[in-house]
């Protein structure tokens, strides 16, 4: 079974997407986290998201890991352990300019297909109930205020890096990444037909992993 949990960037899609494949017993896919890898990557071998030709060959190379760790699950590229490097703004910014590359999006389509082959996935992202798995049995697409998005993403980030970072910054960023991912040309950030849409404002997280639960369990 597929569950597939998408919506824009700070709206807590992740740690509710951990909450609710722990409660099934499901396994947890973050695409994000695959972009951001990939993001990374190119930008540490000087590989622009233009460049076509070497984004081919650097994704030879690309092995994106998701290992399971005592404090928790850790993103590795190959044989290093990223997962506080893709976690900064400027890589989500980077990873959401990837994004629109319609050859990394086939490429990781693929990628995340191959992963869930024949088992229970939570599957989180900006697409995954509308282009990666547009047969899941259960979508649902969670929203909120961009002042609480910016809120919840600053808290997240200091507890990530340890470090204060302005609101008001991560508001502008968050702004343009939703313009970036709502705009471009393949596979634009928007809710699948059939998807539960949760306005998560002014819920908690916890409230939300229980809605989500809830309705799951009594469809």
């Given at each position: 079974m597929i569950i597939t949990i998408d919506g824009p960037a700070g709206v807590g899609k992740g740690t509710i997407a951990k909450i609710v494949s722990k409660t099934f017993g499901f396994k947890y896919l973050d695409s994000g986290a695959m972009y951001r890898a990939l993001a990374l990557f190119a930008d540490l071998n000087g590989v622009s998201e233009k460049d076509?030709?070497?984004l081919k060959k650097i994704l030879i190379d690309l092995h994106i890991r998701f290992v399971d760790h005592e404090e928790g699950e850790r993103v590795l590229i190959n044989t290093d352990d990223v997962t506080e490097d893709i976690r900064t703004n400027e890589i989500s910014t980077l990873a959401s300019k990837?994004?629109?590359?319609?050859f990394v999006r086939t490429i990781l389509r693929e990628m995340q297909r191959r992963i869930v082959k024949n088992k229970d996935y939570i599957a989180e992202g900006r697409d995954m109930g509308t282009y990666v798995f547009p047969d899941a049995k259960y979508k649902f697409y969670l929203d909120a205020d961009l002042e609480i998005r910016?809120?919840?993403?600053?808290?997240?980030?200091?507890?990530?890096?340890?470090?204060?970072i302005n609101e008001d910054k991560v508001s502008r960023e968050i702004d343009e990444r939703d313009k970036l991912d709502m705009t471009r040309k393949s596979c634009p950030l928007h809710p699948a037909e059939d998807a539960i849409i949760i306005d998560t404002t002014s819920m908690s997280?916890?409230?939300?992993?229980?809605?989500?639960e809830s309705m799951v369990k009594n469809a």
């Open positions: 076509s030709s070497k990837f994004a629109a590359n319609d910016a809120k919840r993403r600053s808290l997240q980030l200091k507890e990530i890096l340890g470090i204060n997280i916890n409230e939300v992993a229980s809605k989500i």
